[in-house]
């Protein structure tokens, strides 16, 4: 079982609709959680990070951890062809410097226009 | 954040040569950096971190005798995929980790083909 789990997608919608994005996990000890937002060919861009549980908003993008069911969310709201990306879960147990990252499969998300 | 350049970002090789790929934190001195891969709709893989004067750390799995690390400056470090072969095709993507764990900054990657 991998310790991060990401539906891959892809994932189509029409512009201005409500996206959500999810990760599962499986170690408890996890307690930093990051989106990053990857364009084709270049890498990954930090979005949004969340500590422990609870929601955190930022414009467009609210990010939800819930602990509780090892569960972590992403959403978009009036999403803008210019959301199409790779989106990528992240989380680590650690806060220290050079706390590993561990990553989601990524889910490929389109915004029709 | 910080700014990361990562050179070159495409490169096709024949089987059994050597490629090398470089990683330049740009705007401030990084003793550690990481580097990645990431095969086609995959996750990040962090394959070792690259400390800055001494032997770079690998994850399990990964040979440190194909994939050399080199960090020998505080804004450089490289990978060299020594022997190159087909199954080695991927896009592999640095970063470095500034002031805490959200400091994370990547390259834009090197997508590496070998023929």
């Known amino acids: 079982q991998k310790e991060v789990e990401q539906d891959p997608g892809p994932l189509s919608v029409p512009e201005g609709a409500i996206v959500s994005l999810n990760c599962t996990y499986s170690?408890?000890?996890?307690?930093?959680f990051m989106w990053y937002r990857q364009y084709s060919r270049k890498g990954p861009e930090l979005l949004m990070y969340?500590?422990?549980?609870g929601n955190k908003e930022d414009g467009r993008f609210t990010a939800q951890v819930d602990k509780s069911s090892k569960y972590i969310s992403l959403f978009i709201r009036d999403s803008q062809p210019s959301d199409s990306a790779t989106y990528l879960c992240?989380?680590?147990?650690?806060?220290?410097?050079?706390?590993?990252?561990?990553f989601g499969q990524g889910t490929e998300l389109s915004v029709k226009p | 954040g910080a700014v990361v350049s990562q050179h070159p970002s495409r490169v096709i090789c024949k089987s059994g040569t050597s490629v090398k790929i470089e990683c330049r934190s740009l705007?401030?001195?990084?003793?550690?950096m990481f580097w990645y891969r990431q095969f086609p709709k995959q996750s990040l893989m962090l394959m070792a971190t690259?400390?800055?004067?001494?032997?770079?750390?690998?994850e399990q799995g990964v040979e440190k005798d194909k994939f050399l690390i080199n960090h020998a400056s505080l804004t450089l470090s490289t990978l060299t995929v020594t022997s190159a072969h087909p199954e080695d095709s991927s896009f592999y993507i640095c970063?470095?980790?500034?002031?805490?764990?959200?400091?994370?900054?990547f390259g834009s990657g090197t997508r590496l083909t070998v023929v």
């Open positions: 992240a989380m680590s147990a650690s806060d220290n410097q050079g706390g590993k990252l561990i």
């Open positions: 170690n408890s000890a996890f307690q930093y």
């Open positions: 969340t500590y422990s549980s």
């Open positions: 705007d401030f001195q990084a003793t550690t």
């Open positions: 690259s400390n800055e004067g001494s032997k770079a750390t690998y």
């Open positions: 970063s470095t980790l500034r002031a805490s764990l959200y400091g994370y900054t």
